[in-house]
Structures are given as C-alpha cells and as structure tokens.
C-alpha cells in the first residue's frame, strides 16, 4: 500500500485488517452476549434473527474474536512491554486528560495506557474463550459438571463486563486524540502527531531512516580478525 508522502506508516495493512476483525468481532458478541444477559436486552437478539440464532453465532464470533486477538498478540507485544518510561508517564497522566502533553515523559510507541488496555485484553480475551467453552453446551456439556458451568458463567459475566469496560476505554481515547483514527483506518500520521504524542518511537524512526511502524534495525560493523 502507498502512504502519502512525508507521513509515518503507524500501522501496517495486516495490523489494521486484524484489529477490525477483532473490534468487529467484539461488538457483534457485544450485541448478542448483552441479549442473553437480561430479558430486557432480548430485543438485541433480532439483530442476529432471533434468540435461537444468537445463541448458536456467540461462541462460534468469540472462537474468531480469540484466533484474531492472537494475532494482535503477535505483532504488538514486543512493543507493549512495560518500562520505567510508563510508570513516569502515568505519573503525569493529569497533564495528559488535560492534553497538555509538552513536559509529560517522551513514550515509544505505546504509551502506558494504551499497555494497560493491551495487558488487560491479553488477560481477559483468553479467560472468556476458555470459560466460553465451558459453558457451550452443544459441544462440551459431557465434559463438564453443573457447578464448574456454574462458575465459569460468573467469571464469564464477570469478564465480559470488564472487557467492555476496557473497550469503552480504548473507544474513547481513539476519538479523543485527534489522528488516532486514521492511524488505524489509513495506517499513517503526520510528523508532527507522532511529535506530539509518541516522541521516542518518531525519534527512532527518524534515526533510522524508517518510514515505520517500528525503527529499522542498524547493522553490526564487521568483525575484524586480530
């Protein structure tokens, strides 16, 4: 794909097709796991053609959700490693809900909120996948007892409102820092939004002539023999 030119590529085509596929995937089990929650939400279910079939697509989008979400693990989790960087970001996370960033730590390529999500969805996308199978009863219902379905739907009802919690979370601050959007549909921002919020990953690409998303590795000089 062709960036326009003097921008960074903040995310390749493969990233972004994979973060849509899971944020997709999250709203439609959204959807249908709210309908299942509560009779008041049942209306919902219309949406996938009755309750019937919201009950037999759920777990068969949270198998997807999770194969997608693997992915996402895949190609950002070297960058989302916590650093002593995030704990003196956080420390002026006042500034940043105020948007003034101008003598808040410099931040690689994600800062430590957008860790914090990552973190959060790498502990909570395998926990409903696994407590999902538990109580999917068309194919595993032989393999478990009433009281482990039991616990698994708490930690499952448990789970899912944290994760939408995290969501919510993600969601906003995507609207709220102007470019971020872009970054994900388009794959690419100006110099100076890279500036602004993730001055440490601009000043590695800039080192290394890199157009992005990650800093080019530099070659070792040659050995030479005594």
Known sequence: ????????????????????????????????GLSMFHP?????????????????AHPWIGCVLFVSYLGLIVQFWQDNLP?????????????????????VPEVARFNAGQKVVFWAMTLLVPTLFVTGLAIWEVYFFTFTSIEVQRV????????AMAAILVW????????????????MTQGHV?????????????????????????PRRMALPPKHSP
């Open 1 to 32: 794909m062709k960036y326009p030119e003097g921008t960074y590529i903040r995310n390749n085509t493969a990233a972004r097709v994979n973060h849509w596929i899971t944020g997709i995937c999250f709203v439609l089990l959204l959807l249908s």
């Open 40 to 56: 008041f939400l049942f209306f919902l279910s219309d949406l996938f053609g009755g309750g019937q079939w919201t009950r037999a």
């Open 83 to 103: 650093s002593r960087a995030d704990v003196k970001w956080a420390a002026k996370i006042d500034r940043v809900l105020l948007n003034e960033e101008e003598g």
């Open 152 to 159: 698994a739907l708490l930690i499952h009802s448990l789970g």
């Open 168 to 183: 919510v979370i993600h969601v906003y601050a995507a609207l709220w820092i102007k470019g971020s959007i872009q970054a």
């Open 190 to 214: 100006t110099p100076g939004w890279a500036w602004r919020h993730h001055r440490k990953w601009f000043r590695s690409l800039v080192a290394t002539g890199s157009p992005g998303p990650t």
